[in-house]
């Protein structure tokens, strides 16, 4: 590691004194993801039954994921590149201890209890397998080989197989779309992009029969026929899409859905609180929301295109793509077009490590987007 | 770094990536837009339908209950029943305002501050419109109170649910165990919607074990209800099913006489079905009325129970761990002959000590005193008359490691896979074991003291009763069971192990040898042969509470109750074609012959009896 890698800005060449290149500040960005953090408070405070210990709690976690940002975005990118494989294995190690000491409640362990906080490793994942992949690929040539995208397959597949088994369906689609997309964006050629749809189909009775828990397979089956299962998965289904159908144009107002207010929306702060903002803003509030994540992913692809080396153009555009499956799988859940799994709404949902693990990937964002500047 | 890439073209690389990053935005507007119209669908093309749904009417899903599977002894008899309970329950949102309701009906019916907290507690987990249990087990008093001040108390309803009864009281506490509400640590780990209608569970014996078939499916009713959520019809409606009925394989005639046997004594015994494995009596006393714990046992009533010094909540039967004594004594004799290290024509002179080479302190007999068991000790004389010199010279020459392989294959030192929780495992000592326990070599001592069931030793009363059906069945391995079929359908027991192979003249030997503990003029169980009508085989045992040594002699009138030695005794019967092999401890008995064999005698003779009375029916 340089010694100037962490304080750049005292041999910062251009001279520029302005604080948002001094602390190294992408301001389109920032603006955006405070944008979503008031919209996050303002819906969590109704959607938690107007307490304002979670709007606190939760504020608290923003400002720490926006000074890990911060932190983050001190650190050249070339240092991450670096980094990644030794923070991925870091994390891989941690998995496979979480599956041997690892705490947590109903079934699913996630947790390492450090003593004085705990731990999710999986979350470290969403960024490590970014970042490793892109760091062994952009060293290749491009498009990579056969051997060399196997190998990328290889470590992505072992950090999702490892987080499916504890099991947390949610987040390990959100650590193998962002394998995925790194090997895509790399140039992955079009027969392997056709051979892995084809495998992918071949995957889905071979997932169902030997790898799906029943409950997995009774949200899936939920989907269908929501109907079926009144008292479990299927009430959640039924519940949200009435609160969100039941929004029209401009919603109920804020505080106003009878549907959350009254608890008839289970998980109403965390994995279903688009279903509140849908039922208090309406189609608008929804659509405003879309709009205000897609020029934020917007903003992202820019960063990714004019990043200056191979690494940064593919860690900045593979989480660019991974954090709009967080939204889709989210709001594809919710409104039940998509199975029931555990994936929260970014910066909306209430949850300390998912807000700090976003935080951090758009700390590496700025990291590169403030680097181009400089040169 | 980029020497690795020397022969890429970054300008290419640029392009590729750009394409790439172009078809990725594609897709996710696409996407947005799939969403978008999802969103579109619901809110707008639908609206007036979910907002019908959500304003006028309220379609409510509510959870019917299963009715809990019955236990059933042999016969048919019930053991554990279902009756109807009347529950005062709240819904929260048909109450205006409920710390009021909560001080109407402290007016009107005592509420304990337990129940009012139990019920704080729920509430915040529950969702508005669902009943929410205050008080179990209304008295027809108190029914006739809250119906009359029905108009005042709007959000309170007395409901009427099923709950446990268990018709013979403190009879099969142990064995069959109890349902109870379910506490916090539970409700973390059951599915929710599997116990969305009930608020028990099986916490010990057959209740807890079989708890998933006794449970059965919750149902569900979708009711319709006007705005202040009172249901106004049943839409839809998902019945529940009911849990599986258990027989079992015990007979609440038998119990009864075992349990009543020991006339208040503490102890346990096990009953065996020798052919099958099936658990005919499994007794354990003091015992305690398992019906206090279904609606939630008073904490004074608890206490009271818990800290008991006769431990009644405590299982001796399968929890309790012993030194099996003497009882072990025919098996050991099993398995000397069977490899030949004794046969039954040696001897030895037993004058009452045991000296072992290189140890001064010598090993005595019980009936030291009296000079031992004198000349001619052969292995039958030993096994009648309990000769703890011979089979101090029998382990020796056997050696710890035959004496555990065989006897972990006689169901000792390990779990026997019944079907109940919490059994304990007892210790069939053996090399590995003392090293790993305490880090220490096995001595020669250790075996002597093994070598009549004292030392490291411990069995429980269902390992006794194991090992006597084995010995009974002349080695036939079967796991014992307390269920015999569910729902009709018949269970088998899996085989735990292969058959014991000892020759066939080595089991008439000892077989033998067991039926004259009780029958000949010498044997130590002669006490029980008066009026018997068939041949019973047995071994009597003995078990120091507290050490004695070498020199003093063990004086029950100087020593507390709690401090005499336990009895302990293995018997089956008949001896000709085994039929019920039992193993029985009572503790601070003092001699297995004059406390425990009597109680083994009163459930074979009520046994037998009720053999004749079944070949009478069917002739």
Not at chain 1, 49 to 66: D, E, P
Not at chain 1, 253 to 281: K, M, Y
Not at chain 2, 36 to 57: C, G, H, K, P, V
Not at chain 2, 478 to 507: C, F, M, Y
Request: with cysteine; proline share 4%.
């Amino acid at each position: 590691m340089h010694r100037g890698d962490f304080v750049r800005q005292l041999n910062n060449p251009g001279g520029d004194r302005r604080p948002s290149r001094v602390l190294h500040i992408d301001i389109p960005l920032l603006v955006l993801l405070l944008a979503l953090c008031g919209i996050g408070l303002t819906v969590l405070y109704s959607a938690s039954g107007q307490s304002i210990f979670y709007v606190k709690r939760q504020a608290t976690f923003m400002l720490a994921g926006l000074f890990a940002m911060l932190v983050m975005a001190q650190f050249k990118p070339r240092f991450w590149e670096r980094g990644s494989m030794l923070i991925y294995i870091g994390g891989l190690l941690s998995l496979v201890a979480v599956l041997f000491f690892g705490v947590g409640a109903k079934g699913a362990q996630r947790w390492l209890d450090l003593g004085f906080t705990r731990f999710q490793p999986s979350e470290l994942m969403k960024i490590a397998v970014p970042m490793m992949v892109s760091a062994y690929l952009s060293k290749r040539y491009l498009p990579p080989r056969f051997k060399h995208v196997f190998i990328a397959v290889m470590a992505t597949l072992l950090p999702v197989f490892l987080v499916a088994k504890q099991p947390d369906l949610g987040t390990s689609l959100i650590i193998f779309s962002s394998g995925f997309f790194a090997i895509f964006l790399a140039g992955l050629g079009k027969r392997y992009l056709v051979a892995t749809v084809l495998l992918a189909v071949a995957a889905i009775p071979t997932l169902w029969f030997y790898v799906l828990l029943d409950y997995q397979k009774q949200r899936v089956l939920t989907l269908l026929n929501p109907g079926e299962d009144k008292l479990g998965a299927g009430w959640n289904i039924i519940q949200s899409t009435t609160a969100i159908g039941s929004g029209g144009w401009s919603g109920k107002g804020w505080t106003q859905g009878t549907q959350s207010q009254l608890n008839f929306l289970p998980e109403s702060h965390t994995d279903f609180i688009i279903a509140v903002l849908a039922e208090e803003f309406g189609l608008i509030g929804v659509l405003s929301l879309l709009l205000i994540y897609l020029l934020l992913i917007g903003r992202c692809m820019m960063i990714a295109l004019n990043a200056q080396t191979l690494f940064s153009r593919l860690v900045a555009g593979t989480l660019s793509l991974t954090f709009f499956v967080y939204i889709f799988v989210n709001m594809g859940m919710v409104s039940g077009i998509l199975p029931v799994v555990g994936a929260p709404l970014p910066f909306i949902s209430y949850g300390g490590s998912a807000i700090v693990t976003l935080f951090s990937g758009f700390g590496i964002l700025t990291a590169i987007s403030t680097e181009q500047k400089r040169i | 770094m980029m020497h690795d890439r020397v022969f890429s073209d970054p300008a290419r690389e640029r392009e590729l990536f750009a394409r790439r990053l172009f078809v990725g935005s594609l897709v996710t507007l696409i996407l947005s837009i799939v969403l978008s119209l999802r969103y579109f669908d619901l809110q707008i093309s639908r609206y007036e339908n979910f907002a019908t749904q959500s304003n006028n009417n309220r379609v409510l899903v509510r959870p019917l209950p299963p009715s809990r599977g019955l236990i059933y002894d042999r016969k048919g008899e019930l053991i554990a029943d279902n009756r109807p309970s009347y529950n005062l329950t709240i819904v929260p949102e048909r109450s205006e305002d409920i710390e009021q309701l909560l001080n109407e009906l402290g007016k009107l019916i005592t509420i304990s501050e337990r129940d009012i907290l139990r019920f704080r507690k729920k509430l915040s987990r529950r969702r508005p419109f669902e009943q929410t249990t205050l008080h179990v087990n209304l008295s027809e008093a108190e029914r006739a109170i809250l119906a009359v001040n029905g108009h005042r108390l709007a959000g309170a309803e007395t409901s009427a649910r099923l709950i446990r009864y268990y018709p013979h009281q403190n009879l099969f506490a142990h064995a069959v165990g109890y349902v109870g509400r379910i506490n916090d640590r539970e409700s973390q780990t059951i599915e929710t919607v599997k116990y969305s209608g009930t608020d028990s569970i099986g916490k010990v014996g057959l209740e807890k074990f079989y708890e998933t078939q006794l449970l059965g499916t919750v149902g569900s009713e979708q009711v319709e209800t006007n705005a202040r959520g009172r249901a106004m019809r049943v839409l839809d409606q998902t019945p529940a099913i009911s849990g599986d009925n258990l027989t079992l394989y015990l007979d609440t005639d038998l119990q009864r006489v075992a349990f009543e046997a020991f006339k208040g004594e503490r102890g346990a015994l096990v009953a065996i079905e020798v052919e099958t494995g099936g658990i005919l009596a499994m007794v354990s006393t003091p015992s305690y009325d398992p019906n206090l714990f279904v609606t939630g046992i008073s904490q004074k009533e608890y206490d009271r129970l818990l800290y008991s010094n006769d431990r009644p909540l405590f299982d001796r039967s399968i929890r309790g761990q012993y030194p099996p004594g003497s009882t072990i004594k025919p098996m050991f004799g099993l398995i000397a002959l069977q490899n030949n290290i004794v046969t039954p024509n040696y001897t030895i002179n037993d004058n009452g000590y045991f000296f072992f080479k290189g140890i001064e302190r010598p090993w005595r007999d019980h009936n030291f005193a009296r000079g031992g068991h004198g000349d001619g000790v052969n292995l039958s004389k030993a096994i009648v008359e309990s000769c703890n010199i011979y089979f101090y010279e029998l382990g020796v020459k056997t050696g710890i490691d035959l004496l555990s392989e065989y006897g972990s294959q006689f169901g000792l030192g390990a779990r026997t896979g019944i079907d109940m929780p919490g059994e304990r495992p007892g210790i069939m000592p053996s090399r590995a074991w003392k090293k790993g326990a305490h880090g220490q070599s096995w001595f020669n001592g250790d075996t002597i003291n093994a070598s009549i069931g004292q030392g490291f030793m411990l069995t429980t009363p269902l390992q006794l009763a194991v090992m006597s059906a084995r010995i009974a069945s002349r080695g036939d391995v079967r796991t014992p069971r307390l269920v015999k079929s569910i729902n009709g359908i018949e269970q088998s027991a899996p085989q735990t192990g292969a058959h014991i192979d000892i020759s066939a003249k080595h089991w008439d030997y000892v077989h033998r040898a067991m039926q004259d503990v009780v029958h000949s003029i010498y044997g130590t169980a002669r006490i029980i042969n008066q009026g018997l009508d068939y041949k019973i085989a047995g071994k009597t045992g003995t078990a120091q509470a507290i050490s004695i040594d070498a020199e003093e002699k063990y004086d029950s009138s100087k020593l507390s109750k709690n401090k005499w030695d336990h009895a302990l005794f293995v018997a089956f019967a008949p001896v000709a074609n085994p039929k019920i092999a039992i193993g029985l401890i009572v503790e601070n008995g003092e001699h297995g012959s004059s406390s425990a064999a009597p109680i083994a005698r009163a459930v074979f003779d009520a046994y037998m009896e009720s053999q004749k009375s079944a070949t009478l029916v069917k002739r």
